[in-house]
Nanobody
Framework: QVQLVESGGGLVQAGDSLRLSCAAS????????TGWFRQAPGKEREFVAA????????YYADSVKGRFTISRDNAKNTVYLSMNTLKPEDTDVYYC???????????????????WGQGTQVTVSS
């Protein structure tokens, strides 16, 4: 089992930056790929970004490419999502997810992930 806890969300203005953190605990000695997803009320959860275990592979949704950066520090069992030039349409609950192993197949699919955090709210005002 892996437990995930997100932090770093908040209320910001358009154009501001935020950095989300996803701290993992439990069976973190095994390799795992980590992704970030987001969801607004009444909408489907959508892929935002993902990073391979080694950190050498990063993947982004088109809507955030060039503005968001995903990174990880395996020594701290933490994955980060740095969000720049935030827009009101980035307002969502952001979830971190982990899938055991090092495969990058289906990396943007919700069903590919084994563990999920509780989410952190990001609100961007115009």
């Amino acid at each position: 089992q892996v437990q995930l806890v997100e932090s770093g969300g908040g209320l910001v203005q358009a154009g501001d930056s935020l950095r989300l953190s996803c701290a993992a605990s439990g069976r973190t000695s095994r390799s795992y790929t980590t992704g970030w997803f987001r969801q607004a009320p009444g909408k489907e959860r959508e892929f935002v970004a993902a990073i391979s275990w080694s950190g050498s592979g990063t993947y982004y949704a088109d809507s955030v490419k060039g503005r968001f950066t995903i990174s990880r520090d395996n020594a701290k069992n933490t994955v980060y999502l740095s969000m720049n030039t935030l827009k009101p349409e980035d307002t969502d609950v952001y979830y971190c997810a982990a899938r055991m192993g090092q495969t990058i197949l289906r990396i943007s699919e919700i069903s590919a992930y084994d563990y999920w955090g509780q989410g952190t709210q990001v609100t961007v005002s115009s």
